[in-house]
């Protein structure tokens, strides 16, 4: 009976950690004090659906990234403050969600919320959507900040995934308070080995990451 119950437990063990590829790894099994909220595993998103590819709220990284958010959630915890997490490895089949998506110009459910000053037609064009992502080799992720004393996120200025120029890491249309808070999250982020994309606040990639190939295994 204990032969059987181990053998059980190595089967399941194999089954559930086979979903990743070498060179990858859950954070939580790393870092499991970040706060996960994949919003793509969600209607809370531009799209207002449920993302193809995200059939769980895991956020998967490459080994070197996983390690490099927590040496940064380390230095935040330092200052009150955790890293919350919006979206990490994301597979090839969502980038193609996404295009799809911005195909159907009728679409235009949650315009008001994440792109009222933007026509969908123009998405692309100005690079809010692309056919391929960082996310997909594994070592991007998109993160904020809560503050661990009352447990609310830090005042960006947007939203997470927010098309305009207000997203801009460096953008004057915010108030002092908001540039503040996305300067420690900037400055933390790239002391740890991270590098921001100007265009939103929240988008940061491993510069040293490990793959350039991009993968399209599930979120699960």
């Given at each position: 009976m204990r032969i059987f119950a181990i053998l059980l437990f190595t089967f399941?063990?194999?089954?559930?950690n086979n979903n990743l590829e070498d060179g990858f790894v859950y954070l939580k099994d790393i870092d499991d004090s970040v706060i996960v909220d994949l919003k793509?595993?969600?209607?809370?998103?531009?799209?207002?659906?449920?993302?193809?590819?995200?059939?769980s709220n895991t956020a998967i990284l490459t080994n070197e990234s996983a390690s490099a958010l927590s040496n940064a959630q380390d230095?935040?915890?330092?200052?009150g403050y955790s890293l919350i997490l919006y979206d990490a490895y994301r597979p090839q089949r969502a980038v193609?969600?996404?295009?799809?998506?911005?195909?159907?110009?009728?679409d235009t459910i949650n315009k008001r919320i994440y792109y009222p000053n933007i026509k969908k037609s123009e998405l692309f064009k100005l690079g809010y959507i692309a056919y391929k992502s960082g996310h997909s080799r594994g070592s991007t992720v998109d993160v904020s900040?809560?503050?661990l004393s009352t447990n609310k996120e830090l005042d960006m200025g947007t939203i997470f995934d927010y098309f305009g120029i207000e997203s801009h890491t460096?953008?004057?249309?915010?108030?002092?308070?908001?540039?503040?808070?996305?300067?420690i999250l900037y400055e933390i982020m790239s002391q740890n080995g991270f590098k921001n994309y100007p265009k939103e606040w929240w988008h940061f990639t491993l510069e040293k990451e490990p793959f350039k190939k991009y993968f399209d295994f599930l979120v699960k």
């Open positions: 399941n063990y194999i089954l559930f793509y595993y969600s209607t809370e998103n531009f799209t207002g659906q449920l993302v193809e590819g995200y059939h230095d935040f915890n330092k200052l193609d969600f996404f295009v799809q998506w911005s195909k159907n110009l009728d900040l809560v503050e460096f953008s004057d249309d915010i108030t002092e308070k908001q540039k503040s808070n996305r300067l």
